[in-house]
């Protein structure tokens, strides 16, 4: 079983930026795509962003693309998400999973994803 550790939420004003960062232990992360996604107070779990086990390809979702960037270092069991431009739509708790089956595509369904991170808040004001 993946252990799952997300860190560098925080409050930001609208406009900044954050860098998200999900540890993973107790796994071939290597293997593994990864996915994050974000929950905002009454809202459902929605994607966010999700890259393949090489990092080689990334999925977005259309809220966010052009302003997060995700990517992932092996080496380190880490993925991250690089976050720009932010907006207070964009705050909510932030959540890292890892995608089901080694050496899968990834996805953007929340069905695909098995373990999941206790989460970060993210808190973007106006």
């Known amino acids: 079983q993946v252990q799952l550790v997300e860190s560098g939420g925080g409050l930001v004003q609208a406009g900044g930026s954050l860098r998200l960062s999900c540890a993973a232990s107790g796994r071939t992360f290597s293997s593994y795509a990864m996915g994050w996604f974000r929950q905002a107070p009454g809202k459902e779990r929605a994607f966010v962003a999700a890259?393949?086990?090489?990092?080689?390809?990334?999925y977005y979702a259309d809220s966010v693309k052009g302003r997060f960037t995700i990517s992932r270092d092996n080496a380190k069991n880490t993925v991250y998400l690089q976050m720009n431009s932010l907006k207070p739509e964009d705050t909510a708790v932030y959540y890292c999973a890892v995608r089901r089956g080694g050496y899968k595509p990834p996805s953007t369904d929340r069905a695909d994803f098995g373990s999941w991170g206790q989460g970060t808040q993210v808190t973007v004001s106006s």
């Open positions: 890259i393949s086990w090489s990092g080689s390809i990334t």
